[in-house]
Nanobody, 115 residues
Framework: QVYLVESGGGLVQSGGSLRLSCVVSGSIFRFNAMGWYRQAPGKQRELVAGISRGGSRNYVDSVKGRFTISRDNAKNTVNLQMNSLKPDDTAVYYC?????????WGQGTQVTVSS
């Protein structure tokens, strides 16, 4: 069974924090780098943060120093800790492999940051 299930989104004030989690089926998690992506209204989906199987991380410039991606290999989970949130971070957040595969897009989780 193949699944990627995101959770943890919500409404938060500017400057606040949220932690997103994605539970991934083992058949995907074990063999792939993973990423968190986001899509804001009227914009293209972008890779926000990626983490390799070995734990190497990369971030889009706009979130460096504020977001931290991690993976728990025992729980097949990839997390995104988001601090100092800004209204520009408002988007639907998705997890997927890095690079992304079309068949793995899920529902995502909505993050809304109020000013």
């Amino acid at each position: 069974q193949v699944y990627l299930v995101e959770s943890g989104g919500g409404l938060v004030q500017s400057g606040g924090s949220l932690r997103l989690s994605c539970v991934v089926s083992g058949s995907i998690f074990r063999f792939n780098a993973m990423g968190w992506y986001r899509q804001a209204p009227g914009k293209q989906r972008e890779l926000v943060a990626g983490i390799s199987r070995g734990g190497s991380r990369n971030y889009v410039d706009s979130v460096k120093g504020r977001f931290t991606i991690s993976r728990d290999n025992a729980k097949n989970t990839v997390n995104l800790q988001m601090n100092s949130l800004k209204p520009d971070d408002t988007a639907v957040y998705y997890c997927n492999t890095d690079p992304a595969r079309d068949q793995y897009w899920g529902q995502g989780t909505q993050v809304t940051v109020s000013s």
